[in-house]
């Protein structure tokens, strides 16, 4: 065997290190092996990119009426790249009125949906954690709130007050915080047991330090995954309020408001909804495609599924194929 050496001094090279992987791969990468979760992914990357950035340089453009250019069917070259989408009963760009209604769609849908999470979350855990008359009460709280269905509670509540911004997304956290509440108070009142927080209330940590160090980060992946799939009941009631008129109010616009705004030109102007409610569509499976993904991903018992090569992952496929 051949060995280096040093001139001056004859000795011998050390080798120089290999690089050691450690552990599994990231979260990016295992998000890169999914194809249809990458490109939900992309799809609301780009949304809330427009959401951020659209309304900015096409706002005034979204308001502009030019009654030389009503109804104007869409991917006609000759009317120019901003009617590209076609234009509205009043000759205002379809495609700068769905940048602008990305955002305010947007601007209901992740605060009712924080909103939501936080209270629900928190309130769950701590029902679940303490047991007993609290999580009774709590229960029962959650039991009354779901007893009237989502909708016609919002309807009931925007129909007493005025339909803002600010009141839509009240009502709709208010209606989704129970399901919050369950699904933690569940997985809190399971790991109430388990032997590390048992453990902790042993070594006299204080019930509220168990809570925060123990209980919320081993919830918090299910908690995220049940608001990735809320996001699009969210978006959706949003869009039924507005279709219903008691949601967004002109002069601002949502989608659903523009669905319902073109209902009444579908024969003369398919565009006038098909477009706004393709949108709503396209975000909602974008969202449940990276919602499948993210509760694999986020649970160690499914995880390795997601970390395999494309040659083992294409073995366990066949190998269930023929076990069914």
């Known amino acids: 065997m051949t060995q280096t050496l040093n001139a001056p001094t004859g000795q011998q090279r050390a080798p120089k290190p290999s690089k050691v992987r450690l552990g599994g791969p990231s979260m990016f990468r295992m998000l890169l092996r999914d194809k249809f979760a990458t490109i939900g992914a992309l799809i609301l990357a780009v949304v809330i990119l427009v959401a951020l950035i659209g309304p900015t340089l096409m706002g005034e453009l979204a308001t502009k009426q030019n009654l030389m ?20 009963s009043l000759g205002r760009s379809m495609l700068a009125r769905l940048i602008v ?86 997985e809190s009142a399971e790991l109430q047991s388990r032997t590390f927080v048992d453990a902790a209330r042993t070594f006299g940590t204080k019930p509220n330090s168990i809570i925060a160090m123990h209980v919320i980060p081993v919830v918090t992946p299910t908690l995220l995954t049940l608001a990735t799939l809320e996001f699009c009941y969210v978006m959706l009631a949003e869009s039924s309020l507005s279709f219903l008129g008691i949601g967004i109010q002109p002069p601002d616009v949502s989608w659903g408001l523009m669905v319902a705004q073109g209902r009444q030109y579908l024969q003369t102007a398919w565009w006038l909804s098909i477009l706004p409610g393709a949108a709503i569509v396209i975000t909602a499976i974008a969202a449940n495609l990276l919602a499948a993904w993210l509760r694999i991903a986020t649970d160690p018992a499914q995880r390795w599924r997601l970390t395999l090569e494309k040659p083992a992952r294409k073995a366990l496929k066949s190998l269930s194929k023929e076990a069914k």
């Open 69 to 88: 250019f009503m109804n104007k069917a869409p991917f006609d070259p000759a009317n120019g790249w901003a009617y590209i989408l076609g234009s509205d």
């Open 101 to 186: 209604a990305t955002r305010t769609t947007l601007m209901v849908a992740v605060p009712a949906v924080l909103v939501a999470l936080l209270v629900g979350s928190l309130w769950g855990v701590w029902a679940g954690y303490h047991r007993g008359r609290r999580e009774n009460i709590s229960m029962r709280i959650a039991d009354i709130i779901m007893s009237f269905p989502s909708l016609l509670l919002a309807v009931v509540v925007l129909y007493v007050f005025s339909p803002s911004v600010a009141n839509i997304v009240l009502i709709l956290a208010l209606t989704r915080i129970p399901i919050y509440m369950r699904t933690a108070r569940a």
